[in-house]
């Protein structure tokens, strides 16, 4: 008998027969790691996990991606956690308080930089800053001062969008009829015309 393989969600033992395994191949050494899910609820659940977990890094590259176009150069790596302070929602006055994700997603921070672009270059070209770390946190000042106002117009153009489609929708469902007219020349009057009244 196969030794037991342990679930990586429940970390329950399990034969080998019950589980379903995720592969990865580590494209910089060629190794292959496993990992064992119970089929089922367990596999769901690590099938949705990865699912928020590729969503989140798309739209982290687009952020990645958003910010270079804002800035002309990449994220520095001393920048990225006050990034991800701003999607996890830490508050980093006095003791770090860590709130998982509760703070705005990479998409919204990323639209947030392309709507303040004029802002942050008027401040790249009218401040003095001492380092491209600096230029970088009063960028994320603005933004953070102005990602609750992208945020309610995006909210709104959605709500609008939306009942733009039930206003489509309800005429569409609404019963018109178009009858044709047909036009006949033998009931036609007879035109006047000025010359025969001179």
């Known amino acids: ?9 429940c970390k329950e033992k399990s034969p080998r027969e019950e589980m379903e395994v995720d ?14 899910y119970h089929k089922g609820e367990c596999w769901e659940t690590f099938q949705e996990q990865r699912a928020f977990t590729d969503k989140e890094n798309e739209e982290w590259d687009y952020l ?4 270079e176009e ?12 006050f990034l991800q302070d701003l999607r996890n929602g830490t508050i980093r006055v006095g003791k770090v308080r860590r709130r998982t994700k509760r703070g705005y997603p990479f998409k919204l ?10 802002d942050i270059e008027w401040a790249k070209k009218t401040k003095d800053f001492k380092g491209t770390l600096q230029e970088c946190q ?3 000042a603005i933004v953070a001062n102005n990602i609750v106002k992208v945020r ?3 909210e709104r153009e959605k709500r609008q969008r939306k009942a733009i489609q039930e206003q489509v929708k309800e005429e569409m469902q609404s019963e018109t009829f178009f009858t044709s007219v047909k036009y006949d020349k033998s009931k036609q009057t007879k035109r006047v015309d000025i010359s025969d009244l001179l």
């Not at 804002?70 to 956690?81: D, M």
């Not at 921070?109 to 004029?118: G, L, N, P, Q």
């Open 109 to 118: 921070i990323a639209e947030t930089y392309k709507a303040c672009e004029s």
């Open 64 to 67: 990645w991606n958003v910010f």
């Open 1 to 9: 008998m196969a030794r037991p393989l342990m679930c990586q969600i």
């Open 23 to 36: 592969e990865k191949i580590s494209p910089k050494s060629g190794k292959v790691s496993r990992k064992y």
């Open 138 to 140: 009063y960028g994320l």
């Open 70 to 81: 804002v800035y002309g150069f990449p994220v520095p790596s001393r920048f990225v956690p």
């Open 152 to 154: 309610s117009k995006a």
